[in-house]
């Protein structure tokens, strides 16, 4: 097998006897759908979906000084997050580019996992050993020590219940605890990328069949199915949320994403990109930068990231995601334009799909938001 060949998560031969279409992700062999990427999106807006996430980058910080390094290396106060909970928050370059947006779970005192994207988890990995220099803490790869599976939608509490006897009810959103699942010791959180309520499992690669087999069993009665990255990607793209390499890149700052709340100036110490982050604020309030919003297509054709958004014939924006909505039933998209056309119900605003303005009506995101 040569270097470059994907690598294959601990469910890869269950993903192919599923009959899924594989594909190359961030140097990983993924399962893109199994059967309807449409159906699979349904599932888990109104019932459930399981996911292999294993791709994902698991890195483990401990140490005395663990939280400092953190403070210093990322965006927000992570010294302020309680043992069993999470934040979302952002790696930065020292411009103040976003280099990764990352989960990170405090697991003990003096114990975290960052969770960083597939394609930055090199990238993350190398830049927290950098910064580490100084700090009395460890930073360790722990990418191949955990598979990780979701399970997400409005069924999916009810289905983990019935295989844990791990306080589900109390587990708030954004928080993690160790349990036992269907006899696996498990890290449950309740985090997700679907819009939905669901919780995500970090297992050990070697526990990792076992424990989809469980799930797919508990969840049969429930209409739980498989799913794949294809429907990640619509159920993400209607909630609103940014991924890396389309919404998030290095040559944009949190404020340029309309994300500088998960920026702390008020903590303690200096961070990576702070000075240049400060500047990115003051220039967003003084002239508000291109801003993030949702595109709805009056017609049938579907926008692509690099679109231009047209308005009297002029490039006012750039899309940076855009599918078929199976929810709303019509093309939608995510786009940064000029604060000018960034008002939900701007008229005149289009996407040139390809000579073509088709006609678009600006909405504020997200698309879709679930009931509570």
Request: charged share 20%; glycine share 12%.
């Given at each position: ?61 401990t140490g ?227 801003v993030l ?34 929810t709303l ?44």
């Amino acid at each position: 097998m040569s270097s470059n060949a994907p690598r294959r998560t601990a469910l890869d031969a269950l993903h192919r006897s599923l009959g899924a279409t594989m594909t190359d992700f961030a140097g990983w062999d993924m399962p893109l759908r199994y059967g309807s990427e449409r159906d699979e999106h349904v599932a888990v807006r109104t019932r459930a979906g399981l996911f292999d996430l294993s791709h994902m980058g698991e890195i483990t910080v401990t140490g005395p000084q663990a939280a400092a390094l953190l403070n210093h290396a990322l965006v927000g106060n992570i010294a302020s997050v309680g043992v069993g909970r999470a934040r979302y928050t952002m790696i930065c370059c020292a411009d103040g580019g976003i280099l990764d947006d990352l989960i990170v779970y405090r697991l003990a005192e003096t114990e975290y996992m960052v969770v960083a994207n597939a394609s930055n988890a090199q990238v993350v990995l190398d830049a927290l050993t950098e910064r580490s220099a100084g700090f009395d803490a460890e930073v360790r790869d722990d990418r191949d020590a955990y598979a990780l599976l979701a399970i997400q939608g409005p069924e999916s509490p009810g289905i983990l219940k019935s295989l844990t006897d791990a306080d589900l009810d109390g587990l708030k959103y954004y928080a993690g605890l160790p349990g036992t699942v269907a006899g696996v010791p498990a890290l449950i959180a309740r985090t997700g990328y679907t819009g939905e309520d669901g919780f995500e499992l970090f297992v050990a690669p070697s526990d990792a069949e076992k424990l989809w087999q469980a799930l797919t069993e508990a969840g049969a009665p429930a209409g739980l199915v498989p799913c794949g990255l294809s429907c990640r990607d619509t159920l993400r793209l209607e909630a609103g949320m940014p991924l890396y390499g389309h919404e998030l890149t290095t040559s944009l700052t949190p404020f340029d994403a309309g994300l500088g709340r998960v920026v702390k100036f008020e903590k303690e110490g200096d961070f990576v990109g702070r000075e240049a982050l400060e500047a990115a604020a003051a220039r967003a309030a003084a002239n508000p930068p291109r801003v993030l919003v949702g595109l709805v297509a009056e017609g049938r054709r579907v926008p692509r990231a690099g679109f231009a958004v047209v308005a009297d014939g002029v490039a006012v924006g750039e899309v940076t995601s855009g599918a078929p909505s199976p929810t709303l039933g019509r093309p939608i998209a995510m786009a940064y334009v000029d604060a000018a056309h960034a008002a939900p119900g701007t008229s005149g605003v289009g996407v040139d799909i390809r000579g073509s303005h088709e006609p678009y009506e600006v909405v504020a995101l997200p698309f879709y938001k679930r009931q509570k």
